[in-house]
């Protein structure tokens, strides 16, 4: 007992024993002074001290559980103490100590400072909280699943409505029934390349299953973690269905426009501030190679170098024009080797991003036959005005001379020898204006025929004739 004595007062913790026939402490270490940061002789003084000290919240609590144990009973119990306006946690350890005779005649206890463990308990408390409330609440689908049997062990609100499954029928499945069945073996792999502590933002655009088999496409990032003993990962994905369709449209757009753009005749071009080719179509392409025999590359020069100075010049104009922001369009006679030479229209628009000019966006095409049918509108346009000034004044001429011969005709007497005179002049008319028939007749075939050679012809006609 001797050697016990001189080992009390160096242990970490505060250890007292209470005379309960003197009613005072027949010992205490300096332990339990340090805790309430007083000094040993007001220990000695005043027994009861340490109700002093005793968190209000906790009071009642700490003097209903210590009556037990000077009814006998062994208690462990917890609580604050106010020491100097801080607080402390302290874990409080009472035995009744009981002779040969059954009698109880002091109680010994031990009390340690926990405060640092309990803080730390309570912010490791708050902190799961906290990760609960996040996780639980997140707006996107959030799930933790175990690394090894790939089984749902957790997941929140946001995938349960997503995906349509319920909380128990999710616990259990696993994350491979989420995903069509062609896309499993590319699972495995990428969990394999999971490692510890490391976080995951995929790029990687990957599909899965709701419940109602309807395809979604998600965005995938997570973190490796210990949950519930077993390593896992937190996963967070992000719904974007909506960008991969609308992606999706606008290469099928993209593919269809450069299929249009590619099968018309124009020709179709567009250049950078600094005259380098951004795109091009398949007949522009054709009709520079044809000129400089190779085939031109995305960013070279428009200004190829086998075109000569006086085209460079002229070209170089009409760029810098529609660069300083106007719009327009040219007709030159072009007369190239190997090519009927023929009139061309090219337009020429800037390219204008966020009010800033960036570029010109060209479109030339062969005017050639449209030309010649303006031509051949305004012939048959004059053909057309002779026929109605034949019908106007030639014809018109000797029916109105008939009609005049027909009134100062003597139909009272036939015998007149005056009727003679009228009825030759009136056969010389009709002779007169049989030929102008004939002509008006000849000429009419003539127009006719030739507007059906001209539509008949192979440059008129489509490609399905």
Same mark, same amino acid.
């Given at each position: ?7 009390? @007062?160096? &242990? ?13 402490? *027949? ?7 340090? =805790? ?18 005793? /968190? ?29 306006? $801080? ?8 035995? #009744? ?9 002091? #109680?010994?206890?031990?009390? *340690? ?30 799930? &933790? ?5 790939? $089984? ?32 499993? @073996? ?11 502590? !490391? ?8 599909? /899965? ?12 990032? +997570? /973190? ?13 994905? /992000? ?6 369709? *609308?992606? !999706? ?35 522009? $392409?054709?009709?520079? *190679?044809?000129? &400089? ?5 995305? +960013? ?25 922001? %106007? ?10 080797? +190997? ?20 570029? #010109? ?12 049918? !303006? ?12 026929? =109605? ?10 029916? #109105?001379? &008939? ?39 000849? $000429?009419?075939?003539?127009?006719? %025929? ?10 008129? !006609?489509?490609?399905?004739?």
């Amino acid at each position: 007992m001797h050697n016990l004595t001189e080992v009390l @007062p160096f &242990i970490s913790d505060a250890v007292w024993s209470f005379d309960l026939a003197e009613s005072k402490f *027949s010992y205490v270490n300096q332990r339990l002074a340090d =805790i309430y940061e007083i000094r040993l002789q007001e220990i000695e003084k005043k027994p009861s001290f340490w109700l002093d000290f005793i /968190h209000p919240e906790d009071y009642n609590y700490v003097l209903t559980e210590t009556k037990w144990a000077y009814r006998g009973k062994q208690i462990e119990i917890e609580y604050r103490l106010v020491v100097n306006e $801080k607080v402390k946690w302290v874990q409080d350890k009472r035995i #009744v100590v009981i002779n040969d005779n059954g009698k109880r005649v002091s #109680v010994t206890g031990i009390l *340690s400072d926990i405060t640092s463990k309990k803080n730390a308990e309570i912010k490791l408390s708050e902190s799961e909280i906290t990760f609960r409330y996040l996780f639980i609440n997140n707006p996107n689908p959030l799930w &933790i699943y175990d690394t090894q049997t790939l $089984k749902f062990l957790a997941v929140n609100y946001a995938a349960i409505s997503k995906y349509g499954y319920s909380k128990d029928e999710f616990l259990s499945m696993t994350i491979s029934d989420i995903r069509p069945k062609e896309d499993k @073996p590319s699972l495995l792999e990428s969990i394999k390349s999971i490692k510890k502590d !490391q976080f995951l933002n995929s790029a990687i655009v990957w599909r /899965h299953l709701k419940k109602n088999k309807d395809l979604i496409y998600v965005n995938i990032s +997570g /973190h490796s973690l210990k949950y519930q003993g077993r390593d896992a990962e937190i996963v967070m994905a /992000h719904d974007v269905t909506d960008q991969v369709h *609308s992606k !999706q449209e606008i290469t099928l757009a993209k593919e269809n426009l450069d299929a249009l753009i590619n099968n018309i005749d124009d020709q179709i071009w567009s250049i950078d501030s600094n005259y380098n080719i951004l795109s091009a179509n398949i007949p522009f $392409k054709l009709s520079v *190679s044809n000129i &400089i025999n190779r085939e031109i590359n995305m +960013g070279e020069s428009i200004f190829f170098p086998e075109f000569n100075g006086k085209e460079f010049e002229a070209w170089k104009k009409h760029y810098d024009k529609a660069l300083s922001g %106007q719009a327009f369009q040219v007709t030159e006679f072009i007369s190239q080797p +190997g090519v009927t030479p023929f009139y061309s229209e090219t337009k020429f628009s800037p390219i204008i991003v966020q009010e800033k000019i960036i570029g #010109v966006a060209c479109i030339s095409r062969n005017i050639q036959e449209r030309l010649e049918t !303006q031509r051949r509108i305004l012939e048959q346009n004059a053909k057309l005005l002779e026929l =109605i000034s034949i019908v106007s004044h030639e014809i018109r001429g000797p029916i #109105v001379s &008939i009609l005049g011969l027909t009134n100062v005709f003597n139909d009272k007497d036939y015998t007149d020898p005056f009727n003679g005179e009228v009825i030759n002049l009136i056969q010389d008319l009709t002779k007169q204006l049989d030929k102008l028939i004939y002509t008006l007749v000849d $000429k009419t075939y003539a127009l006719q %025929q030739g507007t059906l050679l001209k539509r008949s012809s192979p440059q008129n !006609q489509s490609a399905s004739e």
